[in-house]
């Protein structure tokens, strides 16, 4: 079979959906742009030709020189392949099968670089609904939340009762005391009372979202930023997996709490949708920005908000200049476990 013409096989190339194809110079800059990578990244070839690739790359890898170390592999071995996190021109990002291969003239100098990628988001999530891994990742947040359950449930039947006890015997017993001892026994009775006040809150916080993520979430927002404006939107397709739906729920609480804690913010919004399989969150905030929340108290959940994501096969991010707010944006797959051990959110 005759070799295509060149211009045959450009057409070729160009008219791809299913794959990210296109060129770099031998600096990483890009050259050429395909159907397939608009459709995957998000950019058209006019925003993003000329620009380096590892614009693709989650700031972590960028600041890990990994861009640079693919090239420099790539153009010593002849090939580079891997399977990883990248990022679209929105800033979600998705999991992606990469080959990059050394382009070299007939007098052996390096050209440039071909780079082929393809988007596995879907496929890996399913493939992690299968595995061993994603069925004890499974029990696990069921056996977290029921043992929640359980906590809440006595602090709220036993602990609160007995204090709410506690603090009728002693507006009885103020009411028969002196004045002068009445007044030490009403300030008693305030400490029973604002420990009530904090054991209720509790009680609230262990509680997973009975009614579904998006009411569990509106209600968690109408309790907890009071006096703060607040806006939560969605675009679900419908109510995710319960392991999905709890993990979402329990990341956003913690984002939640250190903007009220910690963000000096007067809004936050909070935007979920479906997305390659998955829920995709962002919670926003118009608060002291990253620096400023991380300096008042270290990591600020920081840690177990990015392992419940990770964990659960997703990704994690924060992003906010000092000043400007910040963003908490993250995706988690919810593709149904094991259908015979559902997890019960009630």
Known sequence: MDDLPQEDLRLLVQSIRDYAIFMLDPRGRIVSWNAGAQRIKGYTADEIIGTHFSVFYPPEDVAAGKPPMELETAASDGRWEEEGWRVRKDGTRFWASVV????????????????????????????????????????????QERERRRIASDV?????????????????????????????????????????????????????????????????????????????????????????????????????????????????????????????????????????????????GLIEMRERAETAGGWWDIRGAPGEGTTVEFWVPAIPRARHDPISPS
Do not use: W
Request: proline share 3%; net charge negative.
């Open 100 to 143: 990059i291969t050394a382009l070299y003239d007939e007098r052996g100098d390096l050209r440039g670089f071909g780079k082929v990628t393809r988007d596995l988001t879907e496929r890996r999530s399913m493939a992690r609904a299968l595995d061993e891994r994603g069925l004890l990742l499974a029990h696990l947040v069921q056996a």
């Open 156 to 300: 709220h039947d036993d602990t609160i009762q007995a204090m709410i006890a506690v603090g009728m015997r002693l507006r009885a017993l103020g009411e028969r005391l002196p004045e002068e001892d009445a007044a030490a026994v009403r300030s008693l009775d305030d400490a029973v009372e604002s420990a009530v006040r904090r054991l209720r809150d509790l009680a609230f916080r262990l509680r997973p979202p009975g009614d579904g993520l998006v009411e569990g979430l509106a209600a968690y927002l109408e309790r907890e930023m009071a006096g703060m404006a607040y806006e939560l939107a969605h675009d679900l397709n419908g109510e995710p997996p319960a392991e999905a739906a709890i993990t979402v729920f329990r990341i956003c609480q913690e984002a939640l709490t250190n903007v009220r804690k910690h963000a000096g913010a007067n809004s936050v919004s909070m935007r979920l949708a479906s997305l390659d399989g998955g829920i995709h969150v962002r919670v926003r905030d118009d608060g002291t920005g990253v620096a400023n929340r991380v300096s008042q108290d270290g990591h600020f």
